[in-house]
């Protein structure tokens, strides 16, 4: 097995760049790694740290601005599953999906959110994928496990809250923050499970906007399955219009090529 220094084992892209340095190129299409590799599991916050040459902070700080600084990364990192489509330009960031997100929270019908608290739902799409900042957006392509991604995302928020915010205002706003965002992992409660749901109909709305902008030479068409896993009746109502929205696209894309056609064969 390859071993990676500490440093270059921070982040899966950087993982898969020295992994094809040494074994060639991973599929152009899944670009998983070949399957006799295991990816290296040595992240810890203080790797991804000093990876990215940003500022490591031991002792929590008076201030809040380093942890303002730090989740600026949200707004520059790109949501991964994207990229692996080379049509697809502009890729959405992942303070992108959580800000549609937190405003879908905050749209939804009565018969969506009744009984539900939904300030706490929109404070949730707004921390979710957080520890995102300092571990990555890692996709089921980067063949990490599951209890490994959890592990590198529980330590990027212990050390967003306990260290980075650890003395702003007692540490209970950072302690609030890592509360939610574990509510949404573990994704018993109403509320996080209308939160899972929220974050699937998101991924359905940027999946059919990205095919608009590719006029028809983008096909999302793998992403469709995200749809069947929403539980909850009134967000599934939702799916059924993006994808009925998504039919009427394709079925224009298709009349518009055969048209096309039937004027070059005359």
Excluded at 71 to 87: A, Q, V, Y
Excluded at 110 to 131: F, Q, R, Y
Excluded at 205 to 227: H, K, N, S
Excluded at 253 to 262: M, P, T
Aim: aromatic share 6%; charged share 30%.
């Amino acid at each position: 097995m390859t071993q990676l220094p500490g440093t270059l084992a921070a982040h899966p892209r950087r993982q898969r760049q020295l992994l094809e340095e040494h074994h060639g190129p991973f599929n152009k299409v899944s670009r998983n790694p070949p399957s006799h590799i295991l990816p290296p599991y040595s992240l810890t916050s203080l790797t991804a740290l000093r990876d990215f040459s940003l500022p490591t902070v031991s002792t929590p700080p008076r201030t809040p601005l380093p942890f303002f600084h730090l989740i600026e990364r949200l707004k520059t990192t790109p949501r991964e599953g994207w990229r692996r489509f080379p049509d697809i330009n502009r890729v959405e960031s992942i303070s992108d999906h959580m800000y549609r997100m937190s405003i879908i929270t905050m749209l939804a019908p009565p018969s969506v959110t009744e009984g539900l608290d939904i300030p706490h739902c929109t404070k949730m799409a707004l921390v979710h994928d957080m520890a995102e900042s300092l571990v990555g957006d890692i996709t089921p392509q980067d063949g990490v496990p599951k209890e490994e991604k959890m592990r590198r995302e529980s330590d990027a928020m212990d050390y967003l809250c306990d260290t980075l915010l650890g003395a702003w205002g007692g540490g209970n706003q950072g302690q609030e923050i890592k509360r939610i965002f574990l509510e949404y992992e573990e994704g018993t409660t109403e509320e996080s499970k209308f939160v899972h749901d929220v974050d699937k109909i998101e991924l359905l709305l940027q999946m059919i906007e990205y095919e608009r902008r590719g006029e028809g030479d983008v096909d999302l068409v793998e992403f469709l399955p995200t749809a069947e896993r929403i539980r909850g009746e009134g967000v599934k109502a939702w799916a059924r219009e993006i994808l009925e929205e998504r039919d009427m696209f394709w079925r224009d894309v298709h009349a518009r090529r055969d048209s096309l056609g039937n004027d070059e064969a005359t």
